[in-house]
């Protein structure tokens, strides 16, 4: 129930993280566990406040992993793909961003991206939970915060290869 003012030591737009400074004492932090222990079929909660609704957790199972997902979002490159954990806890605008965490409690991913059903009509997409989101695995937070803590920035390797996503 308490606000702190925080300080941005660094962000990264490919993956939309950011590592924060709080002065704050005696904050309990949540572990962040190995992602690469993940198998398909472990039950998972994703926590956050989906459309407005706050204190809100949702469970389901990791329904796949490294799955390839374009990030898209407000200042995010449309080159951006993250290896994704998929699962079909319920994800929703306003819980990105929050931890998805194993049964033991520890974080194994940061809920980052929801499936989109393309509109017949309009040819936008619908959102919203339709048993599909994505979570970015909490060994590539690890790297990517490391790094941010460093440099105030992140590095990923690029090969000079684009995607054509128009060819199925």
Known sequence: GKTSDATIIGRDDSYDLAVIRVDRRNLPPLVLGPSSALRVGDPVIAVGAPLGLESTV????VSALNRPVTASGEGVSTSSFINAIQTDAAINPG???GPLLDLAGRVIGVNSAIAR???AQSGDGQSGSIGVGFAIPSDQVRKTAV???ANGKATHPV???LIDTTYK
């Open 58 to 61: 949702t469970s389901g199972i």
């Open 95 to 97: 819980n990105s961003g």
């Open 117 to 119: 059903v393309a509109s």
């Open 147 to 149: 790094q941010l803590i």
């Open 159 to 161: 090969i000079g290869v």
